[in-house]
């Protein structure tokens, strides 16, 4: 069996192989990147010989492209994946697949170095979960990660390394609660582990239903203290230190 070469060190196990691209064949391929996959792999080849081809689709420059590209890719790949989430389980495979979504759109907008493939979007988790429930997320060229998707199953381990990479950040929560449970807040400056709230009004106010003991408070939270499961459902963590409480908002 032919040994393929890794592009880069061993140890950066997120960069792309042309071994990964020959394994992910094997899987299920959508319509839109097949042609693309087989395409590369084929031009990736070490021998040069156009005779090993099936067709005479074979180009020489094609495959300088692709394996400078590659390269490019797993520049980024190594600037920010490898250096901020080496702790964390990677989906390599979604990796593998937004690659191959880009260069199936070559010939619209070619990408030449690897800050055209940013925003990059990954998929990660708390290695020890065994689930691998992950969350997305999206990284800037210039290193700034946000939250891309969220996920309900995903652990509160996996949030909270989440959150120390996004750091510390003062941020105004409202939350449509019970009068008993809102009181208790007030009086200790602690919101329960486990609790709702949104960084949106509009949205913690939709909780209220008729005949419901509920009122709508506001306060200042850490935002590590979170779990975006989305851009509007937030959960804390732990119990969670908070400040400027107000009510009847």
Request: negative net charge.
């Amino acid at each position: 069996m032919k040994a393929y070469k890794p592009l880069l060190k061993e140890n950066e196990t997120n960069s792309i192989t042309i071994k990964n691209l020959k394994e992910y064949e094997k899987g299920y391929v959508s319509n839109d990147i097949s042609f693309i996959l087989s395409y590369i792999i084929d031009h990736y080849d070490e021998n040069d010989d156009a005779e090993n081809f099936k067709d005479d689709t074979y180009n020489p420059e094609l495959k300088k492209y692709y394996r400078m590209i590659i390269n490019e890719y797993n520049k980024a790949i190594n600037i920010y994946i490898n250096k901020y989430f080496s702790h964390m389980y990677v989906n390599k495979k979604d990796l593998i697949t937004r690659f191959l979504e880009t260069m199936s759109s070559i010939e619209k907008q070619s990408p030449q170095t690897y800050k055209d493939f940013f925003p990059i979007i990954i998929y990660v988790a708390d290695k020890q979960d065994p689930h691998k429930m992950t969350i997305g997320l999206r990284i800037e060229l210039d290193g700034k990660i946000n939250i891309f998707e969220g996920n309900d199953e995903a652990t509160d381990k996996t949030y909270l390394l989440i959150n120390k990479l996004l750091g510390s950040k003062p941020v105004k929560i409202y939350g449509m609660h019970t009068l008993n449970l809102i009181n208790k807040i007030k009086e200790t400056k602690i919101i329960p582990k486990g609790l709702y709230v949104s960084p949106n009004k509009q949205y913690a106010s939709g909780h209220w239903r008729i005949g419901q003991d509920r009122e709508m408070f506001s306060g200042i939270i850490d935002i590590a203290d979170v779990r975006q499961e989305s851009d509007v459902d937030w959960i804390t963590i732990e119990d969670t230190e908070i400040k400027n409480v107000m009510t009847g908002i």
